[in-house]
């Protein structure tokens, strides 16, 4: 069975920096990457970056250089380094599993979520 767990939230003034992990045990099959979402109070879970089974990350434009993620497939664990946090940044932060749901490359997507960590941006 596969289990996500993220550590490492907690509260920050803006300008402060915070490091999330997640943790990944159990096989996932036909992994295709993984990734980190948000969900601010009151909205929609987005996603804020994502890393390829290739190493190749990508960012949503609000955190670009800023947020930096990472992964040491040795240890399988999933890395976020937050720097220069605002408090737009603020909300749970959750961890995901991508793989590939048929045998089209395009159907890469998210297959396990963690249970979130809290990351509080105070000005």
């Known amino acids: 069975q596969v289990q996500l767990v993220e550590s490492g939230g907690g509260s920050v003034q803006a300008g402060g920096s915070l490091k999330l992990a997640c943790e990944a045990s159990g096989y996932i099959a036909r992994r295709c990457g993984m990734g980190w979402y948000r969900q601010p109070p009151g909205k929609e879970r987005e996603l804020v970056s994502s890393?390829?089974?290739?190493?190749?990350?990508s960012y949503v434009d609000s955190v670009k250089g800023r947020f930096t993620i990472s992964q040491d497939n040795t240890k399988n664990m999933l890395y976020l380094q937050m720097n220069s946090l605002k408090t737009e940044d603020t909300a749970v932060y959750y961890c995901?599993?991508?793989?590939?749901?048929?045998?089209?490359?395009?159907?890469?997507?998210?297959?396990?979520w963690g249970q979130g960590t809290q990351v509080t941006v105070s000005s």
């Open positions: 890393i390829s089974s290739d190493a190749i990350a």
């Open positions: 995901a599993a991508k793989m590939y749901k048929s045998y089209s490359p395009s159907s890469c997507g998210v297959a396990y």
